[in-house]
């Protein structure tokens, strides 16, 4: 790893992580439906990485990996400790950590939050499902305005929910997660101790749940549904088929009802968008943006229907990539195509706040792309699914499951991953060269897999 960085102009550092959101779906990354205005607005200062991919394919795993700068798996100290003991002040509000949504939101609880990490945290309740207003679970056909018989926590139908919810949605978690960060940027002082702030939006995490005005900017009319070829899933392996898909859940029959789970899950983003502007006026007019680095990312993405699949816990693209933001003082606006991973963002933050950066982390840091967004510091990233294993580089993804099984795509020509290459005879040679890359790029790593106690975890959210 790279040793102390320079002394930079920057003090502070705010990171912002929102909860199981697609890059693709943001207008910044190219969407021409979804309104993220101030997503845009912090992108237009900001350097953009197209290519960030998640190490975990989860919640949890994601997110301890990246707040230890480490792969899935790998212990070791926090970010936010490591930053205590260089004399900053670490805070949380909202999600960092996983916990489960919505069984920890709607409780109040820390989840698997680690107490070290933070000087201070501050959780951000709410209803969730149970949050007055017109109730859906779609692939069931229900729609209803009674409190009574809603999946929640622990029910099987959970991820399907939209909630149009009464009122003006300061009641929701992310609105309250918002309120608390303004309250704390505010309260800095220049003589206080640089702060490390740490605040974790829930959407657009299921239950997707907005006011009504946000729903109504997207009719489910004029939502398009991904391209599903016939015979798709022929050529995908048992291992990289996602058992959340529309046959299993009983979405296949209704497709109108997809169509209103991507509206539902515009709403829940755009409603998040809505907070973090809050948060950005507030650095704005605390005079804060001239001294703080700025970090937007998600723990992973999130499946939309494609290929039929819904939800995580997959190694294609939809899953894997996530969207990265970086601005702060001396950080040109930019884009990069570099690619990058969640484990670099521990010692990016090092090594731009002058901070020394630990010897054993997997990660590097950003800094070179920051200032020269055509440098390449990875030959590709790596993600982790139980069983599995990805490898992504600037041309190629390629997966290898536990059974042998694999998947090769060619991301220049099928970027939507519908031509699986790996059992053609003419690729032999590069599924060879993949697999010693891969084993170069995680050499001397404990075996980092996502285990059943972690998919349980999860899969009671």
């Known amino acids: ?43 237009k200062r900001s350097m953009v990485f197209e290519r960030t991919y998640c190490q975990g394919t989860l919640c949890g795993p994601s997110r301890a990996s990246f707040m230890r700068g480490r792969f899935v798996g790998r212990p070791g100290i926090t970010l ?6 260089h004399g900053r002040y670490s805070a949380r509000v909202g999600k960092i ?21 933070w000087t201070e945290r501050f959780n951000s309740p709410g209803q969730e499902a149970h949050s007055p207003g017109e109730y859906a679970c779609l692939n069931l056909n229900i729609v209803s305005r009674s409190p009574e018989n809603r999946q929640s926590t622990g029910d099987p139908h959970r991820p399907f929910v939209t909630v149009r919810t009464d009122g003006d949605g300061s009641a929701q978690p992310d609105f309250r997660t918002a309120e608390k960060t303004v309250e704390l940027l505010k ?3 220049p003589d206080d101790k640089p702060f490390f702030l740490a605040t974790g939006f829930v959407r657009p995490h299921y239950p997707m749940v907005a006011p009504p005005q946000y729903f109504d900017r997207y009719p489910w009319q004029s939502m398009v549904l991904p391209i599903i070829p016939d015979g798709d899933l022929q050529d995908i392996p048992t291992r990289g088929r996602s058992r959340s898909n529309s046959e299993s859940v009983g979405l296949d029959r209704y497709p109108d009802n997809q169509r209103r789970m991507w509206s ?21 007019a605390q005079q804060l943006l001239e001294s703080t680095l700025i970090i937007f990312t998600s723990d992973h993405g999130y499946h939309l229907g494609d290929h039929g699949f819904w939800q995580k816990s997959n190694l294609h693209e939809q899953v894997t990539r996530v969207p990265l933001l970086i601005s702060g003082p001396g950080i040109s606006p930019g884009r990069s195509r570099s690619i990058t991973q969640l484990v670099d963002l521990f010692p990016t933050i090092c090594d731009l706040t002058g901070v020394p950066v630990p010897e ?25 699914v139980n069983g599995g294993i990805g490898l992504r580089t600037e041309r190629w ?35 060879r060269a993949f697999s010693s890359l891969l084993k170069q790029l995680t050499a001397e790593i404990p075996q980092a897999k996502q285990n059943s106690k972690k998919r349980t975890q999860d899969n009671r959210k």
């Open 97 to 117: 950590f996983h916990m489960r949504v919505p069984g920890d939101i709607i409780a109040g609880t820390n989840g698997e939050d680690v107490a070290a990490c």
């Open 187 to 189: 309260k800095m002082k």
């Open 264 to 284: 539902g899950y515009y709403a829940a983003v755009t409603f998040m968008d809505a907070q973090l502007g809050r948060i950005l006026d507030t650095l704005e």
């Open 360 to 384: 054993d982390l997997d990660g590097r840091s950003l800094r070179p792309v920051l200032e020269d967004p055509a440098v390449k510091i990875h030959d590709g990233a790596v993600s982790f």
């Open 1 to 43: 790893m790279a040793a102390q960085g320079a002394a930079a102009p920057i003090r502070n550092v705010l990171l912002i992580v929102s909860d199981d959101l697609r890059a693709g779906v943001l207008s910044c990354y190219g969407d021409p439906f979804c309104q993220t205005p101030n997503i845009d607005r912090l992108a």
């Open 80 to 85: 936010g400790e490591h930053l205590q003991q």
């Open 397 to 431: 993804a390629w997966m290898s499951y536990r059974d042998g099984t694999s998947e090769l795509y060619d991301m220049d020509r099928d970027p939507g991953q519908y031509t699986n290459l790996a059992d053609r005879a003419d690729q032999v040679e590069r599924v």
